[in-house]
């Protein structure tokens, strides 16, 4: 798979907040240090607003390479992709078919993408020890964190449920 230099040069640079450019496309995304997203406090790679320009080289999967990209970094560094207000009806629906899942009670088009039990578990003990983006000091309190080995050992105990 191919990798995408501007992407990971966001990732490891000071800035929590960016437009990431590539050859006509720019894409807006930020460090989120958290988000509760299935009831996981999960630390998030957000993608908030996205533009392929001049207008004739959209619709010839760009982005969709470039989500691609970006998922696969997020998977390599232990955080999820979190959608932003999408505002565009037609590139909501192409999540929700690549699917992403609406983020409850958000009333606007927010979704991410989802994780298997044990993507979840292996996210959430490396947050344990950090969180992942180095520029972003973590704002959980103690009881949030309590929350996140809570929902280990859950994911454990039905881990083991569906073993035995
Ligand atoms: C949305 C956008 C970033 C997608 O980039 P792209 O390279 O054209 O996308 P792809 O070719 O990989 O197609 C992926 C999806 O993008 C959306 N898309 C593609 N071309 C589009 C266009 N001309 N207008 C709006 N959405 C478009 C579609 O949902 C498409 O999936 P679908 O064809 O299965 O419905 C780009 O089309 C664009 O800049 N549109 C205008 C600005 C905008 O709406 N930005 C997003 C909201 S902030």
Redesign the pocket.
């Known amino acids: 798979m191919l990798r995408d230099p501007a992407l990971i040069e966001f990732i490891d640079g000071p800035h929590d907040s960016d437009w990431t450019r590539g050859d006509h ?1 720019q894409v807006y995304v930020r460090k989120s240090d958290w988000r509760v997203l299935g009831g996981s406090r999960i630390p998030a790679l957000d993608v908030a ?5 001049p207008e004739r080289f ?7 390479r470039w989500l691609a990209r970006a998922e696969q970094e997020a998977d390599r560094r232990g955080v999820i992709v979190y959608l932003e207000n ?3 009806r ?2 909501w ?2 999540y929700l078919r690549r699917g992403y899942l609406p983020e409850e009670g958000s009333g606007d088009m927010c979704a991410w993408r989802p994780m298997s039990p044990e993507q979840e578990r292996g996210i959430l003990d490396a947050f344990l020890n950090g969180c992942p983006w180095r520029t972003n000091p973590t704002s959980m309190q103690p009881e949030e964190w309590d929350a996140v080995r809570e929902r280990i050992r859950r994911l454990d105990a039905e881990a083991g449920r569906v073993a035995a």
């Open positions: 496309i607003n996205a533009h392929v320009r959209r619709g010839h999967g760009l982005f969709t999408v505002g565009n037609r590139l629906d192409f």
